[in-house]
């Protein structure tokens, strides 16, 4: 079993549209948990950054973590074109980079 | 722009060879990862070195070596390639790699092909 499960999608939508993103866990010790975007040809740009259970929000962006659950969620609301990219959940035990394991990514075409 | 200019972005090579990717963090960046990126197993820690010295090991193979020189710069060499190795390598810098909110810059990765 992965240490963290994504959707690999793809997921399209309309812009306008609330976009959710989602990985599972395993590991319990989880307590940092990032959400990377990932447009094409590029690396991974850190797009939001969470300690423990609870939710975060900027801007459009909304991060939601459920421990219980092993459970994380992205919300874009209001969802452009420019959002088109993939979009990679990292979790780490003690928030160091050598010690981040991610998702396989999650691909969002926003149509205009 | 991350600031992480990594060289080529592209290589095309054949099973067997010899390859040498490059890496230049951000100004000030101690800290140096590379990670190997493929569609099935998504991004894979493979080795960071902090100021010179290795500092983690992740997944990576003995035929896979990596180095920082003085001026920071990091290179990935890897020999006796195998279609297998086909992926994206990515580089990432960060400053402060205590473990307090660390965040990661990644450059743009080298697309290595082996045919």
């Known amino acids: 079993q992965k240490e963290v499960e994504q959707d690999p999608g793809p997921l399209s939508v309309p812009e306008g549209a609330i976009v959710s993103l989602n990985c599972t866990y395993s590991n319990s010790a989880f307590q940092y948990f990032m959400w990377y975007r990932q447009y094409s040809r590029k690396g991974p740009e850190l797009l939001m950054y969470?300690?423990?259970?609870g939710n975060k929000e900027d801007g459009r962006f909304t991060a939601q973590v459920d421990k219980s659950s092993k459970y994380i969620s992205l919300f874009i609301r209001d969802s452009q074109p420019s959002d088109s990219a993939t979009y990679l959940c990292a979790m780490s035990v003690t928030n160091t980079g050598n010690q981040f394991y991610f998702g396989t990514g999650t691909s969002l075409t926003v149509i205009p | 722009d991350s600031g992480v200019t990594q060289t080529p972005k592209h290589l095309i090579t054949a099973t067997g060879q010899r390859v040498t990717l490059r890496c230049s963090p951000r100004s000030g960046d101690l800290s140096v990862y590379w990670y190997q990126q493929s569609l099935d197993q998504g991004l894979q820690f493979l080795i960071q070195?902090?100021?010179?010295?290795?500092?983690a090991k992740g997944n990576i193979l003995e035929r896979f070596s990596a180095q920082q020189f003085p001026d920071l710069h990091s290179e990935l060499n890897l020999s006796s390639l195998e279609l297998g190795d086909s992926a994206l390598y990515f580089c990432?810098?960060?400053?402060?790699?205590?473990?307090?909110?660390?965040?990661?810059?990644f450059g743009s990765g080298t697309q290595l092909s082996v045919l």
């Open positions: 990432a810098s960060s400053v402060d790699p205590s473990g307090f909110n660390e965040k990661l810059f």
């Open positions: 070195y902090y100021n010179g010295e290795e500092r």
């Open positions: 969470t300690y423990s259970s």
